[in-house]
């Protein structure tokens, strides 16, 4: 078993890791100052500069295959380029990337949708969870009515990324009560002009999602991507397509927070010597330099999977799982680390600590993963003995 990286893999997470270094964090104070006033950290035209820049050494759309003018790396590198971009708060991405399920669409829908998407042009949201069905996504109310060659949608979008910005959405509707999740819940791509509406939803993070609203919203048949009534797998795929990536991103945080940690650690005296001499705050080191170890070999494992067509489910739950709590464990400790420092707004960490604590909700709460990972485990779906078997 060769755990090593390829020189390509080396080179890509390297160029990315120089990137973050030069281009990203130097912007880390500015960003942090206007997120401090309640504006947005990254301005749009910074975060397009900085995608152009990177656009000009070849990054652009990660995971796009190459078809489509990307770069079609696959989901290992994907990770490791996701872990360097998580050691820093500012909320960059490359450019280049698209929902996975608009790769799916007609020709007629790719040209409008997917190539603008791609060139940022357009941006997307994908809206399924309601305020009465998050966990429990197969119980979405919001209706799509056939009216000839229209469909006309009724329904509440709730917590929906990037909402209050998007130029159209990918919603789900139930187009058929009876079968509903099984064959009657469909995915329309709805344009902002025909008249839905959102509003921001405040968050404890800087991640703020938004709410929709669609009250007699008008679309043609032609708006529907995929097949009538297969809308649930098609959400089901979207929400598979990188849960990897999420504690990929938590794990980059927690390698620089713990780096913050070991500085602070080793600089600041009390009783006359530096704490990191102190078993207590070495304890704190060494548990976080262990379940950041683990996480990275639950996150690539998942990753190879992904690249190797292997059912990866169960390792990207378990990846998002323990990625979602140690995340949130470690920068708690970093916090106590830095003492009072930590609980200021001078310093990041208390910011990383309110952003890191969505992942236990989102794309499935820690709850949600369990449920999978043990009933996977108990139908014999999966092992205890893992992938090796
Ligand atoms: C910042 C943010 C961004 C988001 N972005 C999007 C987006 O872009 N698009 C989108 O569609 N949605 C999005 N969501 C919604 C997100 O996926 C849901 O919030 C999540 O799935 C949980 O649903 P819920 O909030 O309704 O909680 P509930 O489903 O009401 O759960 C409440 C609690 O009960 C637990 N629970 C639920 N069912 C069970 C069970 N069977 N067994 C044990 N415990 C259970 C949960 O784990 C949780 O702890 C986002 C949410 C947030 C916070």
């Not at 280049?96 to 949201?125: H, W």
């Not at 089901?236 to 945080?253: H, K, S, T, V």
């Not at 830095?338 to 609980?343: C, F, I």
């Amino acid at each position: 078993m060769d755990l090593t990286l390829t020189q390509e893999e080396r080179e890509v997470r390297d160029w990315v890791r120089t990137f973050v270094t030069r281009e990203i964090m130097p912007l880390e104070p500015t960003v942090l100052e206007r997120e401090r006033r309640g504006e947005r950290g990254l301005t749009l035209e910074e975060l397009r500069g900085l995608q152009a820049k990177a656009r000009e050494s070849g990054f652009f759309g990660v995971l796009t295959p190459e078809e489509h003018g990307g770069m079609g790396l696959g989901a290992l590198m994907a990770a490791l380029i996701e872990v360097e971009l998580g050691r820093s708060f500012v909320q960059f991405k490359f450019g280049g990337d698209a929902d996975n399920i608009l790769f799916a669409a007609n020709d007629e829908q790719q040209e409008r949708y997917l190539r603008p998407t791609i060139e940022g042009e357009k941006v997307s949201c994908f809206a399924i969870t309601e305020p009465g069905a998050g966990s429990d996504a197969r119980n979405i109310r919001t209706r799509a009515v056939r009216d000839g060659d229209e469909w006309v949608i009724n329904g509440e979008k709730t917590f929906i990324t990037g909402g209050d910005v998007a130029d159209f959405a990918l919603v789900f509707a139930v187009t058929d009560v009876e079968k509903g999740a099984d064959g009657g819940v469909t995915c329309f791509i709805v344009d902002r002009e025909t008249g839905w509406t959102s509003a921001p939803i405040p968050t404890m993070g800087e991640w703020g999602p938004a709410s929709l609203s669609f009250q007699d919203v008008r679309v043609p048949h032609s708006a529907i991507l995929g097949e009538e009534g297969r809308g649930f797998e098609l959400a089901m795929r979207w929400i598979g397509q990188g849960r990897y990536l999420l504690p990929a991103r938590a794990l980059g945080a927690c390698e620089r927070l713990v780096e913050m940690a070991m500085e602070h650690a080793q600089n600041r005296e009390t009783f006359g010597a530096p704490i990191a001499t102190r078993q207590a705050i070495q304890w704190m080191i060494a548990d976080s330099a262990v379940e950041i170890e683990a996480l990275r070999w639950l996150v690539l494992g998942a990753a190879w999977q992904v690249d190797a067509g292997i059912d990866s489910r169960q390792s990207q739950s378990m990846a998002k799982l323990y990625g979602g709590v140690k995340a949130n464990e470690i920068v708690d400790r970093v916090l106590q680390v830095h003492g009072g420092m930590g609980y200021t707004r001078e310093l990041p960490v208390e910011r990383w600590y309110r952003e890191l604590r969505v992942l236990r909700i989102y794309e499935g709460t820690d709850e949600i993963q369990r449920r999978t990972i043990a009933r996977n485990l108990l139908a014999g779906h999966a092992s205890v003995r893992g992938h090796l078997g």
